[in-house]
């Protein structure tokens, strides 16, 4: 129930292209759905977060998709970059708890 | 993120030594959380701080591993007795108060190796 599943657990993809990176949760008391992004020899950073009352968020190139009922959401990467090639960790937690509840992480890798 | 100053950022340790990994949150932040990353994985909740008092300490082995957060000065990660399965990336974070992730700002992390 506390689980966060991330898939693929690595993905390549061309300069130019659209990455596509999902998570499935099964606690519906989660009400907040960060994504973080991590530089190797880095901490985690905050990319884009989402709460259940939207369907979909956009910050740049970077869109979160949210579905309630499926109990799933995906980060989208628009016009993907060498330089977004990093791990991406979705997380989820309630908004009175501290505890974020981590993926596995997706190592992405944007091929010029 | 200059904000979460974490050192030393690479340990070496021999089996059996003590490990001290330090943390000194954002300013004017007065609450730490320390997680482990373990190669290839996420990050794992260990322990959540606030000055002088220990929040949660859920995520913690029950032996060898302790956390501290002062009055005055960084927190501090210790673990004794050093095992080759402590070898981890440490990461500590902080926020103004409690709540939801995304008041949450990470440090760069310790790299502990254990030989």
Not at chain 1, 49 to 54: Q, S
Request: aromatic letters at 12%; hydrophobic letters at 35%.
């Amino acid at each position: 129930q506390q689980q966060v599943k991330q898939s693929p657990q690595s993905l390549i993809v061309q300069k130019g292209g659209i990455s596509i990176i999902n998570c499935a949760y099964e606690n519906t008391a989660f009400d907040y759905f960060p994504w973080y992004q991590q530089f190797p020899g880095k901490g985690p950073a905050l990319l884009i977060a989402i709460r259940p009352d939207v369907s979909e968020k956009k910050e740049g190139r970077f869109t979160i998709s949210f579905n309630k009922s499926a109990k799933q959401f995906s980060l989208h990467i628009m016009d993907s970059q060498p330089g977004d090639s990093a791990t991406y960790f979705c997380a989820a937690n309630r908004d009175s708890n501290y505890q974020l509840i981590w993926g596995a992480g997706t190592k992405l890798i944007i091929k010029p | 993120n200059a904000g979460v100053m974490q050192n030393p950022r690479h340990l070496v340790r021999r089996r059996g030594q003590e490990a001290r990994l330090r943390c000194s949150p954002m300013k004017g932040h007065s609450h730490v959380y320390w997680y482990r990353q373990l190669p290839e994985e996420g990050l794992k909740f260990m322990v959540y701080l606030q000055k002088e008092n220990i929040i949660d300490e859920s995520g913690m082995p029950k032996e060898r591993f302790s956390a501290e957060f002062p009055k005055e000065g960084p927190s501090i990660l210790r673990i004794q007795q050093v095992v080759r399965g402590d070898s981890a990336a440490y990461f500590c974070a902080s926020s103004p108060k409690d709540g939801s992730g995304n008041t949450i700002y990470f440090g760069e992390g310790s790299w502990l190796t254990v030989v």
